[in-house]
């Protein structure tokens, strides 16, 4: 019965993580004419305080245990909000830097192929951290680790001013 449980779960979750792809794949298709209506904010450092070990043990030793399950599935969530925006806003860039990598000019070119190269990385690890995040709603105890998304963000929005994007960076990331 568990096995079974476990597999649904899994099977419900791949099925989240491919409609996910392709609504971000699809988003993506219509914002090559304005992208600053798409781009969602990610404020890096909240998301590394949801995400953080020490913050979630001094929450597991100061609640009753019913309390925490709340309040960890609530952060949890919101931290699959901020991956989720992440990942859209990976989106938007990718087809910004593709644009940007057929220009004439090949340092906007090399700078256009490390940003896809960026964004790539980071919806990858977005993918996988949803499916942790989401696993750690299910079974509370389990330890969530995405630090790598914070960090992935954070140099893909350096690379966006570094090679000069019409990208709406003020807001979006707290390294910025």
Avoid: C, W
């Amino acid at each position: 019965m568990t096995i079974t449980l476990i597999l649904v779960f899994f099977a419900f979750l791949a099925l989240v993580l491919l409609l996910t792809l392709a609504r971000g794949h699809a988003a993506s298709l219509k914002v090559s004419e304005n992208p600053a209506e798409h781009i969602r904010s990610v404020d890096v450092d909240a998301f590394r305080n949801l995400i953080d070990p020490d913050e979630e043990e001094f929450l597991r030793t100061s609640l009753q245990p019913a309390e925490f399950r709340k309040i960890q599935r609530e952060r949890l969530r919101a931290a699959a909000e901020y991956v989720s925006s992440a990942a859209t806003n990976a989106a938007i860039l990718l087809r910004l830097a593709e644009a940007a990598r057929r220009g004439s000019n090949p340092a906007t070119a090399e700078a256009a192929g490390k940003l896809i190269d960026d964004a790539i990385r980071l919806r990858f690890f977005a993918f996988h951290a949803l499916a942790r995040l989401y696993l750690g709603m299910v079974l509370p105890g389990t330890r969530v680790s995405s630090v790598r998304i914070a960090e992935s963000y954070e140099q893909m929005t350096r690379r966006v001013v570094m090679l000069g994007l019409q990208y709406p960076t003020r807001g979006v990331s707290a390294a910025l």
